[in-house]
C-alpha cells in the first residue's frame, strides 16, 4: 500500500479481498463489492499501489519482503516464500503481457532466494534394526521379495527403479557393498495403481 496504516478490520479486508476482489467469478456475479465488504474495499482502493510501480526496485523489494513474512511478521517457510513469488513472478508476467510494465523486476532485483531445508524426522524412519527384522519377515513370507525390499531399503531405490534392475546392471563383490547401475525405471501404462507384491514378484 502507499502508506504503513492499518487497516480497520484486517481479517475483514483479506476475506473481502480473497472471495471478490480477487475473484473474478465472484464479481462477474456481483459486479458491485458485497455490503459486509464495501467499507474494506474502499479503504484499499484509496491507498493500492498501481502496478506500474513495481518498475521501481525499492517497491519491488517492500513487495518481496512482505512475502517473506507471516501474519504476524515473523519469517514465513522456505517453501512457503518461494511458492508466493513463484504466483507473484506470474501475475507480473500477464502485467508485462497487458503492457503496464516493460519487463519483469524480479529479474533484476537481487535478493537472497530462501533456502528450502527439509528436517528427517528419525521417529518416522525405519532403523537398520528394523530394516533387518522386516527383511527377516519377508524372507520367511515371500522369500521372492527380499532383495525387492532390499534394493528399496539400502539402495533408496524407487519400486519402479527396482523392477526394472536386471543381473548386467549388478556388481555384486562376495563381501562389502555392491553397486547397481539404475538405467531407467519400469512403466507399465496398463497399471494405474500401486504396485502389487504379485507384479513386483515377476518383475523382482
Not at 479481498?17 to 467469478?25: E, K, P, Q
Not at 459486509?36 to 484509496?46: G, H, L
Not at 524412519?125 to 539400502?154: D, M, T, W
Amino acid at each position: 500500500m502507499k502508506d504503513d496504516e492499518t487497516p480497520p478490520n484486517e481479517a475483514v479486508l483479506r476475506k473481502a479481498l480473497r472471495t471478490w476482489a480477487f475473484n473474478t467469478r465472484a464479481r462477474a456475479t456481483n459486479p458491485e463489492p458485497p455490503e459486509q465488504f464495501r467499507e474494506a474495499i474502499a479503504w484499499i482502493s484509496k491507498r493500492v499501489r498501481r502496478v506500474e510501480e513495481l518498475a521501481e526496485t525499492a517497491t519491488t523489494r517492500q513487495v518481496l519482503l512482505a512475502i517473506s513474512l507471516k501474519l504476524d511478521g515473523r519469517p514465513a517457510a522456505a517453501k512457503t516464500t518461494n511458492r508466493k513469488r513463484a504466483a507473484l513472478s506470474s501475475a507480473i508476467g500477464y502485467a508485462v503481457e497487458l503492457g503496464h510494465l516493460d519487463s519483469n523486476p524480479l529479474q533484476r532485483v537481487k535478493v537472497k532466494r530462501a533456502r528450502e531445508v527439509e528436517e528427517l524426522d528419525t521417529r518416522v524412519v525405519v532403523n537398520h534394526r528394523q530394516a533387518k527384522r522386516i527383511l527377516a519377515a519377508v524372507r520367511a513370507s515371500e522369500p521372492e521379495l527380499e532383495a525387492f525390499i532390499g534394493c528399496i531399503y539400502y539402495g533408496a531405490m524407487r519400486p519402479a527403479e527396482v523392477r526394472d534392475l536386471r543381473r548386467q546392471d549388478l556388481t555384486l563383490p562376495e563381501t562389502g557393498w555392491g553397486e547397481a547401475l539404475l538405467a531407467g525405471s519400469f512403466q507399465d501404462p496398463a497399471r494405474t495403481g500401486p504396485t502389487t507384491a504379485s507384479s513386483a514378484r515377476s518383475a523382482a
